[in-house]
Nanobody, 124 residues
Framework: VQLQACGGGLAQAGGSLRLSCAASGRTFDRHAMAWFRQAPGKEREFVATISWSGGSTYYADSVKGRFTISRDNAKNTVFLQMNSLKPEDTAVYYC??????????????????WGQGTQVTVSS
């Protein structure tokens, strides 16, 4: 099972980036998926999660109103649209999946599969 994340890069404050995460080896169309991030010297933290159908989403307060998580189950892919980026959004972003939950996954201990991470750097 692989979660392949891409779309990271360098952006200016106020700019936008769109991350993608494609799953292979199994399908996650009946499971919640999420994005986490880890800044240098900090613990990995929750960013956003989406239910299996895409009908329910939940965000960390720090990104609410700026980031949007979505998914395309036909393509086994989850997305993270990041707008109004801030320097404090700089981190390695990881997509994640839970084998059992259909609604949300917000804690690292509940993650069964991790993507390899993609770097997002926001300059001021």
């Amino acid at each position: 099972v692989q979660l392949q994340a891409c779309g990271g890069g360098l952006a200016q404050a106020g700019g936008s980036l769109r991350l993608s995460c494609a799953a292979s080896g199994r399908t996650f169309d009946r499971h919640a998926m999420a994005w986490f991030r880890q800044a240098p010297g900090k613990e990995r933290e929750f960013v956003a999660t989406i239910s299996w159908s895409g009908g329910s989403t939940y965000y960390a307060d720090s990104v609410k109103g700026r980031f949007t998580i979505s998914r395309d189950n036909a393509k086994n892919t989850v997305f993270l649209q990041m707008n109004s980026l801030k320097p404090e959004d700089t981190a390695v972003y990881y997509c994640a999946a839970n084998s059992f939950s259909t609604t949300r996954v917000t804690m690292t201990r509940d993650v069964d599969y991790w993507g390899q991470g993609t770097q997002v750097t926001v300059s001021s």
